[in-house]
């Protein structure tokens, strides 16, 4: 099975921290396009951050730069996001996505180059 399974979200209140986990398999894991993008209802989807895993180079949306860390974990076929220092306007609907390499750029996440994706997890930041 080709899939992405997001775990860890959850609530939290304002300056908390969770971490959100995504397991890959049924594909190559490495030298891909590994991405966090969010959802709030009736808006469009905001790419968050992404990782070459092939490399390790990294993007982040300055919402989240200094408070968000992407990371990868090889062993575990994993991506996860830690999420420090989080606010209310960090609540969405988190969700995991993967790509070929190109679509991990040092400017911008674009959803529509993505064709895999998670199931979502909720992420609700409480003041």
């Known amino acids: 099975r080709v899939q992405l399974v997001e775990s860890g979200g959850g609530s939290v209140q304002a300056g908390g921290s969770l971490r959100l986990s995504c397991a890959a398999s049924?594909?190559?894991?490495?030298?891909?396009?590994m991405a966090w993008f969010r959802q709030v209802p009736g808006k469009e989807r905001e790419g968050v951050a992404s990782i070459y895993t092939g490399g390790g180079a990294t993007y982040y949306t300055d919402s989240v730069k200094g408070r968000f860390t992407i990371s990868q974990d090889n062993a575990n076929n994993t991506v996860s996001l830690q999420m420090n220092n989080l606010k209310p306007e960090d609540t969405a609907m988190y969700y995991c996505?993967?790509?070929?390499?190109?679509?991990?750029?040092?400017?911008?996440?674009?959803?529509?180059?993505?064709?895999?994706w998670g199931q979502g997890t909720q992420v609700t930041v409480s003041s």
């Open positions: 049924g594909f190559t894991y490495s030298s891909n396009c």
């Open positions: 996505a993967a790509s070929e390499y190109f679509s991990c750029r040092s400017y911008q996440l674009n959803d529509f180059d993505f064709r895999l």
